[in-house]
T-cell receptor
Framework: GQNIDQPTEMTATEGAIVQINCTYQ??????LFWYQQHAGEAPTFLSY??LDGLEEKGRFSSFLSRSKGYSYLLLKELQMKDSASYLC??????????WGAGTKLIIKP | SQTIHQWPATLVQPVGSPLSLECTVE??????LYWYRQAAGRGLQLLFY??????ISSEVPQNLSASRPQDRQFILSSKKLLLSDSGFYLC????????????FGPGTRLTVT
């Protein structure tokens, strides 16, 4: 079957760094996406990894290890506006995104 | 640039009433289109996707249906709503090329009473 595993909730302090881990099992693999979703809003695209390694985009970085079925999203210099849910979504062999429940990140001053 | 519109933003409907949610995309042609539902505190559930006019794939058997009458228009319908149809409905689009990232509309929050 297809499965996504992320922590349900994490708490971090403004200005700090946080790493959100994701492990996955899919039928085939065509890359992995990270989305940010603020409460009551639609998800917005953050990053995409298809090869092993780190992709950096400003304060956000995403890492992928295909052999381990593992990815993480790294957020630096946390700001209060980063309080949101972060969704890890691998793409299967049919190019469909597989969604978990996401990780709710709470930023404290 | 591309934009995606969804309406209405919120909807309260009684059980047994019909439903029609509309989604349109601007600034692109021949996109892939998707309907998702998100229950409170849950992940996104793919309901339907479409690769072209009149081409609809259903992922979850239920009392909902979808149609794509025009290239950039995607409609979600029901003849009789159930209480379990309540949720946050999201329309998304993607290009037909890798990496196929999906971009979401603002969503419709449906409450069935």
């Amino acid at each position: 079957g297809q499965n996504i595993d992320q922590p349900t909730e994490m708490t971090a302090t403004e200005g700090a760094i946080v790493q959100i881990n994701c492990t996955y099992q899919t039928s085939g693999f065509n890359g992995l996406f990270w989305y940010q979703q603020h409460a009551g809003e639609a998800p917005t695209f953050l990053s995409y990894n298809v090869l092993d390694g780190l992709e950096e985009k400003g304060r956000f970085s995403s890492f992928l290890s295909r052999s381990k079925g593992y990815s993480y999203l790294l957020l630096k210099e946390l700001q209060m506006k980063d309080s949101a849910s972060y969704l890890c979504a691998p793409m299967d062999s049919n190019y469909q995104l597989i969604w978990g429940a996401g990780t709710k990140l709470i930023i404290k001053p | 640039s591309q934009t995606i519109h969804q309406w209405p933003a919120t909807l309260v409907q009684p059980v047994g009433s019909p439903l029609s949610l509309e989604c349109t995309v601007e600034g692109t042609s021949n996109p892939n289109l998707y309907w998702y539902r998100q229950a409170a505190g849950r992940g996104l559930q793919l309901l339907f996707y479409s690769v072209g006019i009149g081409q609809i794939s259903s992922e979850v058997p239920q009392n909902l249906s979808a149609s794509r009458p025009q290239d950039r228009q995607f409609i979600l319908s029901s003849k009789k709503l159930l209480l379990s149809d309540s949720g946050f409905y999201l329309c998304a689009w993607s290009e037909k090329r890798e990496p196929y990232e999906q971009y979401f509309g603002p969503g419709t929050r449906l409450t069935v009473t």
